[in-house]
């Protein structure tokens, strides 16, 4: 692979001074030939360029299929409560590019990101970077400037080819392993969870929360002679007290909240920063949990009829998503579901676990790059035997059908990606957009 232009439109000028984010974002957009480009060759000549030596921060990288989010989250808040100055990197965003990248929990200004934009454009020269690399590089800038004392990075899609990953890692999480982006990771987990476990380095502590860690991650881990935490042999979750949990690490006993975020996610962070900080005090560990929120992820909108969101876009996330409305569902309750999807996720799991929890389908087209039309994705479910209550162009429409239908004791998901989430936040949640 050529490190330099790599098929680029080089002929594409830089935006001028003054220039705002979004016209900063369509040049990123438009100088790289293809969306998603995995390999760490571009990004490191820059890299290099910009950070001649690593940077003198802690860097903790969250790799998995699901719970990434949650899990930065919950770091990030955790090592705020043991003192520490955060910069976290998630991706994708909800609602604007700036969310991706926090210093100390807050987005960054768009005049903190321009600059960043504006140095990795000069260190890049005639090196094409794609979207993502641009904007990973620019994170690292932001936090180096910053002074940032962790650096909490999570991986944008696998681990060992992903930009995140031209980081070396002091602590590594990996959440989960389940299939998703089969055309770039491969179709069993095996193959998935060498990827994902390509974020270890020689000797660091790492964090596993899948419950059956694929082989390959395993072998990994020892090979590098990794420190690696796994649940149910090195931490438990065990049931605590009324409808939470209790994690034990190290003699150590911490009460988790039930919800709304993912419990493993959850117990991952907390042994992660037990690890690089192990004076945090339980106590201080329960409080910020219990506060911890992140939008989109099960997000409750509106009562009476309940309304959540949820940014679940895979079958292993739609099954932990029909465990929580399990969970929480009335007898007699009726739960209806506004369902937009992208065409390369597999569609027909997804259905598959919620199919028994959901009594009315309400399908809306998604009008963005890979998004399905509502025929389309009527289409794709047929085969599961469902029969949508209603059909729509757009997730708006689709959120009214089911609300209009719906009465004050029904509960309403709306989900299927980041894309259909945003959209209902901006209906139901306009300040937050």
Request: some cysteine; proline content about 6%; charged content about 20%.
């Amino acid at each position: 692979m050529s490190l330099q232009n790599n098929g680029a439109d080089l002929r594409q000028s830089a935006p001028a001074s003054g220039a705002t984010v979004e016209q900063w974002l369509a040049y990123l957009e438009a100088i790289h030939p293809t969306e998603i480009d995995l390999g760490l060759d571009r990004v490191l000549v820059v890299l290099r360029r910009l950070f001649p030596r690593k940077p003198a921060a802690r860097i903790i990288t969250v790799a998995g299929t699901n719970g990434k989010g949650s899990t930065v989250a919950a770091v990030e808040a955790l090592l705020q409560a043991a003192g520490r100055t955060t910069g976290a990197y998630t991706s994708p965003h909800l609602h604007l590019y700036n969310e991706r990248i926090r210093i100390h929990g807050d987005p960054v200004s768009d005049e903190v990101l321009i600059s960043a934009f504006e140095k990795v454009e000069s260190a890049r020269k005639n090196t094409s970077l794609s979207y993502f690399e641009f904007g990973t590089l620019a994170a690292f800038v932001v936090f180096a400037q910053a002074g940032i004392q962790d650096w909490i990075l999570e991986v944008g899609l696998g681990g060992r080819l992903d930009a995140v990953n031209v980081m070396d890692a002091d602590l590594a999480i990996i959440t989960s392993v389940d299939i998703d982006h089969v055309a770039f990771l491969g179709d069993d987990r095996e193959q998935i969870g060498f990827e994902k476990a390509g974020i270890l380095r020689p000797g660091i502590p790492a964090v596993c929360a899948d419950t059956n860690p694929p082989r390959s991650v395993l072998q990994q881990a020892s090979a590098q002679k990794v420190r690696l935490a796994l649940t149910g042999r090195d931490y438990q979750i065990s049931e605590g007290e009324g409808p939470q949990l209790q994690l034990t690490f190290q003699g150590r006993s911490v009460q988790l909240p039930s919800g709304p975020l993912p419990v493993p996610s959850l117990a991952a962070a907390v042994v992660a920063c037990y690890t690089l900080e192990p004076e945090l005090a339980s106590q201080e560990v329960e409080q910020t949990l219990s506060q911890l929120r992140v939008p989109g992820r099960f997000e409750r909108l509106m009562e009476a009829p309940q309304v959540y969101v949820d940014v679940g876009h895979n079958p292993h996330a739609a099954r932990w998503l029909a465990g929580r409305l399990t969970a929480m569902a009335r007898p007699g309750q009726s739960i209806r579901a506004v369902y937009a999807a992208l065409g390369d996720k597999d569609i027909e799991g997804v259905v598959a676990a919620m199919k028994p929890l959901v009594g009315h389908w309400y399908l809306a087209g998604l009008d963005v790059p890979r998004g399905l039309s509502a025929e389309q994705l009527g289409q794709r479910i047929a085969s599961s035997g469902i029969t949508p209550a209603g059909t729509t162009g757009t997730v708006a429409g689709a959120l009214d059908q089911a609300l209009t239908a719906a009465s004050e004791d029904d509960l309403v998901i709306v989900f299927g990606s980041f894309f259909t989430v945003a959209q209902a936040r901006a209906v139901l949640a306009p300040q937050a957009s």
